[in-house]
C-alpha cells in the first residue's frame, strides 16, 4: 500500500473537483480524502496500490470538465483509510 498527499492548484475549486475526485478514487479503489485548502487549492491523501495511484494521479492532472489544473504536487506520506471522503476545507 501507498499513500500520498497532493495539492493541486489551478481553477480546481467551484468546479465539482472534490466530488469527481471521490467518484473517480472509489471507481479504482482509492482510500483516503480530499479538501478544499482556503489557499485556492485543494488537497488529498490518496492510498492504493502502484497502479491505482498512478491512474488517481493521472486523472488529477486533468480534473473534471471545467477545471484547470496548473500543478499537483506530490510527496509520499503515511495514514491508513477505509474509504475516500471529503473533508472541511483547511
Avoid at 481553477?11 to 469527481?20: E, K
Avoid at 495511484?53 to 506520506?77: C, H, K, Q, Y
Amino acid at each position: 500500500m501507498q499513500v500520498r498527499r497532493l495539492v493541486i492548484s489551478g481553477i480546481v475549486q467551484g468546479v465539482g473537483f472534490r466530488y469527481a475526485m471521490m467518484s473517480q478514487a472509489r471507481l479504482l479503489g482509492v482510500a483516503g480524502w480530499v479538501r478544499n485548502r482556503r489557499d485556492g487549492s485543494v488537497e488529498a491523501m490518496i492510498a492504493g496500490d502502484a497502479i491505482q495511484i498512478e491512474a488517481i494521479l493521472e486523472w488529477s492532472r486533468e480534473g473534471p470538465a471545467g477545471a484547470v489544473v496548473a500543478d499537483v504536487m506530490v510527496e509520499t506520506a503515511s495514514g491508513e483509510f477505509a474509504d475516500f471522503e471529503l473533508r472541511p476545507t483547511a
